[in-house]
């Protein structure tokens, strides 16, 4: 069975359309795989970055404990 001009372009055509396809599903596995990645990674610093707000909160806390005790060792040093 020998196909015609038009059915052998037809045929190309639609070989070259399931290449493409192919192509762009591989791109689009890559991109879904590393928008993940990145949704992995953002969130890993979300959590990084609230455990260090909340370690600034504590020292800042532990910091005017400090300036409260040393404000009251001056104060009674000057009154002794």
């Given at each position: 069975m020998h196909l015609?001009?038009?059915e052998a372009k037809a045929v190309a055509s639609a070989d070259l359309a399931a290449q493409?396809?192919?192509e762009l599903r591989g791109q689009l596995s890559e991109l879904?795989?590393?928008a993940h990645t990145a949704e992995v990674r953002a969130q890993e610093i979300e959590r990084r970055a609230d455990d260090l707000n909340a370690e600034?909160?504590?020292l800042s806390h532990q910091n005017a404990e400090l300036v409260r005790a040393l404000a009251e060792a001056v104060k009674s040093r000057q009154e002794g």
């Amino acid at each position: 069975m020998h196909l015609s001009e038009s059915e052998a372009k037809a045929v190309a055509s639609a070989d070259l359309a399931a290449q493409e396809a192919a192509e762009l599903r591989g791109q689009l596995s890559e991109l879904i795989e590393r928008a993940h990645t990145a949704e992995v990674r953002a969130q890993e610093i979300e959590r990084r970055a609230d455990d260090l707000n909340a370690e600034l909160v504590r020292l800042s806390h532990q910091n005017a404990e400090l300036v409260r005790a040393l404000a009251e060792a001056v104060k009674s040093r000057q009154e002794g």
